[in-house]
């Protein structure tokens, strides 16, 4: 499978403050884009998605933008709370139903 | 709604043992991924499966194999366990071929070689 590094990069936050972690993706052909959330011993669970023909989707609290030129993807998470630590994966995939590429993952860490 | 479930929840081998992992997918979804989750690595896609067929596969040797039933549950097979093949086995299940591509994730099987 493809190589990801051992060491997840961590993002701290502040209770209360915004997050914005980030993803670099590869396939110029992905049209479909996924953020999930991981939680220690769990599955990873959907957060939110774009395709491509868009350039910004909002959820509850949690925004996802996509570059398409530069091939980036962010997700921003208002008033983080500390439910909101876990490890976030973004996902790509072609359109309908094909594997998910996932990148490395992001460890979010909320201080209280 | 009940969502992905896998069995076992835990699973212990040993080395050259074969490995027998579950897979049941949200009703009416007819497509059922696998994936493997080495720690500190990545989710890797291993398997696709849709209507019983394979659709398509990851980089992943041949020993990693499985199949999908009529009822659309999923079996992953691990032949000739090696130490590396420890890891959290995760399954997924989506609507299907040409519909939306968002995948429901299961809690996982830890598979754990000795």
């Known amino acids: 499978g493809e190589s990801v590094g051992l060491h997840l990069p961590t993002l701290s936050v502040q209770e209360g403050d915004n997050s914005i972690i980030n993803c670099a993706y590869s396939?110029?052909?992905?049209?479909?884009f996924i953020w999930y959330k991981q939680e220690s011993g769990k599955g990873p669970q959907f957060i939110i998605d774009?395709?491509?023909?868009?350039d910004k989707r909002q959820g509850q609290r949690v925004t996802v933008l996509l570059n398409k030129t530069v091939k980036h993807l962010s997700l921003q998470i208002a008033a983080t709370q500390p439910g909101d630590s876990a490890v976030y994966f973004c996902?790509?995939?072609?359109?309908?139903?094909?594997?998910?590429?996932f990148g490395a993952g992001t460890i979010l860490r909320v201080k209280s | 709604e009940a969502g992905v479930t896998q069995s076992p929840t835990h699973l212990i081998k040993t080395r050259g043992q074969q490995a027998t992992l579950r897979c049941s997918p949200i009703?009416?979804?007819?497509?059922v991924y696998w994936y493997q989750q080495a720690l500190g690595l990545g989710l890797q896609f291993l398997l696709w499966?849709?209507?019983?067929?394979?659709?398509n596969r990851g980089n992943f040797p041949p020993r990693f194999s499985g199949r999908q039933f009529p009822n659309y549950s999923s079996e992953l097979n691990v032949n000739a366990l090696e130490l590396e093949d420890s890891a959290l086995y995760l399954c997924?299940?989506?609507?299907?071929?040409?519909?939306?591509?968002?995948?429901?994730f299961g809690p996982g099987t830890r598979l754990t070689v000795t």
């Open positions: 396939n110029s052909a992905s049209d479909y």
């Open positions: 499966y849709d209507e019983g067929e394979e659709r």
């Open positions: 009703s009416g979804h007819t497509s």
């Open positions: 996902a790509e995939t072609e359109e309908y139903g094909n594997k998910l590429v």
């Open positions: 774009i395709r491509s023909n868009m």
């Open positions: 997924a299940s989506s609507p299907g071929i040409r519909r939306e591509s968002e995948q429901y």
